[in-house]
């Protein structure tokens, strides 16, 4: 069984900050991807980032990039220029690429944007 | 990504009754789960919603419990059964594609308060 973890409960940075958080998982599969959610107060699941664990690239997206290391199994999220609009549960999630191709979820790490 | 609907966004309801929770899709997917978030907590799968056939349900989810239907491939619905307070959660539907759109996308939740 895949398992997920994101060990900060909470951060906190200043508007326009850099801000990482970590995601380490556990599985036995070659073949998977790896997503951060974010989920604002208004509860709606929103996608930020994906990866592919068969690239070597990191995925990036505008202002959200990530620190792939598959030997390590550990899948950070690094968000540059924090606005306060970041401010949002983040969630990091694994999906078997075959198979019962369900999200498993780690805890949540709880951000804030101080203005 | 596609377009998911819920209905309804939340509901009061009193214990012993049942609520059925609708999720609609504007594109034709090839898979759509259902999930609970307990307050506080992180997404825990209840099911996969299998077109034409029955529900696949996660280990301490039951179908008496969490009866799910889904009649095509744009369209299905959970019922949580006999609500107890413990029901009280939000629940996400999700949808996956096929090929590169090997990603899920989430419905605004529905938030269940049982008194």
């Known amino acids: 069984a895949q398992t997920v973890t994101q060990s900060q409960p909470e951060m906190s940075v200043q508007e326009a900050e850099t801000v990482t958080l970590s995601c380490t998982y556990d599985t036995s599969e070659s073949n998977y991807y790896l997503f951060w959610y974010k989920q604002p107060p208004s509860r709606q699941m929103i996608l930020v980032i994906r990866q592919e664990a068969y690239k070597q690239q990191n995925a990036t997206e505008n202002r959200f990039s990530v620190n792939f290391q598959k030997a390590a199994k550990s899948f950070s999220l690094k968000i540059s220029d924090s606005q306060l609009g970041d401010t949002a549960m983040y969630f990091c999630?694994?999906?078997?690429?075959?198979?019962?191709?369900?999200?498993?979820f780690g805890q949540g790490t709880r951000l804030t944007i101080n203005p | 990504s596609a377009v998911i609907s819920q209905k309804p966004s939340r509901d009061i309801c009193q214990r012993g009754t049942s609520l059925t929770i609708q999720c609609q899709v504007d594109s034709q997917v090839t898979m759509m789960f259902w999930y609970r978030q307990q307050p506080g907590q992180s997404l825990t799968l209840i099911a996969t919603?299998?077109?034409?056939?029955?529900?696949?349900?996660e280990s301490g989810f039951v179908i008496d419990k969490f009866p799910i239907s889904r009649p095509n491939l744009t369209f299905s619905t959970l019922t949580v059964s006999n609500m107890s307070p413990e029901d009280s959660s939000i629940y996400l539907c999700?949808?996956?594609?096929?090929?590169?759109?090997?990603?899920?996308?989430f419905g605004p939740g529905t938030r269940l308060l049982v008194l």
């Open positions: 999630a694994f999906m078997k690429r075959s198979g019962a191709q369900k999200l498993v």
């Open positions: 919603a299998n077109q034409g056939s029955e529900a696949t349900y």
């Open positions: 999700s949808v996956k594609g096929q090929g590169a759109w090997e990603t899920q996308y």
